[in-house]
DNA sequence: TTTTGAGTTGTTCGA
DNA sequence: GTCGAACAACTCAAA
């Protein structure tokens, strides 16, 4: 075959490509083609930082194709409309792609002539990671002990040295990206996530060594930060668990070696939600649970937006949500105590959470997301039992003991004694006064009380319960 | 088919 | 202050 087209889609990186790598082999001329998708651009569940990262890292992507001697043909529209226009003035006889598990993409591709899908997205893709029975996994540590079990995947592959030059066909330039606040801590593009992994792994006191201990702390940068980039595919998944299991065989002693192995399970995590979505797609509408769809939810926007602006008057909380809308970005262990306190604080259904953080988040993977929620709620595979209710005070005082965290977000606590730091509302008000910070006027006073909505909480919960029996 | 052991991330209470 | 049990049964995975 003399052309054919690598038609990218969220593996925005030149090594260890397996779909660019078929293409090489199978022609003399790859033509490497994005389409921006105005049914995924437009959607309500994408937001304007996900989209400046996107087109960030398809200019990294063309600037580095260029320097192989390629370059990046972006069209605009329904994909395969597009990818049969760039086809037939290129005379391309074949489509590479890397293979995507969301329900949109398989429908997206489905309707894609000519086109051969790789794999390349996972290390073990859905339906190479199943019980005896032939049925798929619903729990995470059998799923990952088959996982582990599997054949080790080859070796990554370099970048290739020369993308030969594909003829000349339209392309549009990468759009200006929507204005980007400075303070978005995510430089888009393959080589920054190479960069942030090997900081993250290389050397006996690599950060992955501490990981276990660190993880948790949301006043410290102990994670890999890695999220927007696996996303995308700037990084491959077979890259960051090569990586991993390095840092596990070059450990320098049992506690190191346990940071690397807890990576290692976050990032077989990502795997697993990407085999529940692709099993269980109904996930992104309902629980996963049946005995817990009847929850009487509180339909109430001013408490969820309370909880979006982070103004509960909960410091964790708001520190959480403030982070989010400033960088795009949010600690793992802040994700889960935010969704903790709308789903069980104010009893608000977690799909108003999901649907915000998926808009919001520069990371957001539906897989991971819903995953995350649906954990958090109770309702999904997995799941924390339904009176693990996480107590936003003993949160913050456990991870972020100093307050170094909150007062990075909220400002106006910044003089708030350590004792008070993650309950303000506690405070004397001389002490308001000395810190300059008076609960109602400076920062808000709980919309809550966490007691009461515990109970209110369980309650909810009980009665879904019950009704199903 | 039946049985058995196990299950990411918490909190509260009482000893 | 620290510790184990209770929370509430249930579902899953595998023998």
């Known amino acids: 075959m003399k052309t054919v087209l690598w038609w990218i889609r969220r593996d925005l990186r030149l090594a260890d490509n397996q779909a660019l790598a078929a293409a090489l ?6 033509v490497p083609v994005f389409v921006l998708d105005p049914a995924l651009l437009a959607s309500e569940r994408v937001g304007p930082l996900r989209v400046a990262f996107l087109l960030e890292g ?3 992507l063309d600037s580095d194709l260029r320097q192989r001697g390629s370059r990046l043909v972006l069209r605009r529209g329904d994909p395969a409309a597009e990818l049969s226009a760039v086809a037939a003035e290129t005379g391309a006889g074949a489509i590479l792609a890397e293979e995507d598990f969301t329900p949109y993409a398989r429908q997206r591709d489905s309707r894609v002539p000519s086109l051969q899908l790789v794999g390349g997205r996972l290390v073990h893709p859905p339906g190479s990671v199943r019980k005896a029975d032939g049925t798929p996994y619903v729990v995470y540590t059998p799923f990952s002990r088959t996982w582990k079990g599997l054949p080790q995947p080859g070796a990554a592959m370099p970048a290739p040295a020369h993308v ?22 995510f430089p888009s593009g393959e080589t920054e996530a190479q960069r942030r992994l090997a900081a993250f792994v290389t050397g006996d006191d690599a950060p992955v060594y501490r990981y276990a201990q660190t993880r948790d702390r949301v006043d410290l940068d102990g994670t890999s930060q890695l999220s927007p980039y696996l996303h995308l595919g700037m990084i491959s998944s077979r890259q960051a668990v090569a990586a991993a299991l390095d840092a596990i065989a ?17 990032l077989i995590w990502r795997e697993f939600y990407v085999h529940i979505l692709y099993h269980f797609p109904h996930v992104l509408e309902q629980s996963f649970r049946a005995n817990l769809q009847e929850i009487r939810w509180q339909d109430d926007a001013s408490s969820f937006a309370a909880w979006r602006d982070g103004c509960t008057g909960y410091p964790i909380v708001d520190a959480a949500m403030r982070q989010l809308a400033q960088t795009g970005w949010m600690h793992n262990r802040a994700r889960m105590v935010a969704a903790s306190f709308l789903i069980k604080d104010l009893l608000i259904d977690w799909r108003w959470g999901e649907r915000y953080f998926m808009q919001t988040l520069i990371d957001g993977d539906s897989a991971a997301n819903n995953g995350g929620w649906q954990w958090t709620a109770g309702t999904g595979t997995d799941a924390a039992p339904y009176f693990r209710v996480f107590h936003p005070v003993a949160q913050g005082r456990k991870h972020d003991p100093q307050g170094t965290y909150v007062r990075r977000w909220l400002p106006e606590l910044g003089r708030v004694p350590e004792r008070f730091v993650h309950q303000p509302w506690k405070m004397p008000d001389d002490v308001q006064q000395a810190a300059g910070c008076v609960i109602g006027r400076d920062y808000p006073a709980p919309i809550v009380d966490h007691a009461w909505a515990r109970e209110r909480a369980l309650d909810a919960y009980r009665h879904a319960r019950r009704n199903l029996a």
Do not use: F
């Open 164 to 185: 030969p030059t594909a003829p000349q066909v339209a392309s549009l330039p990468v759009p200006d990206q929507p204005e980007r606040p400075p303070a978005i801590p």
């Open 250 to 266: 070059a450990a320098p002693n049992a506690a190191a070696r346990e940071g690397a192995e807890t990576w290692l399970n976050e």
């Open 58 to 60: 398809l200019r990294r």
């Open 25 to 30: 082999n199978a022609a003399e001329r790859v």
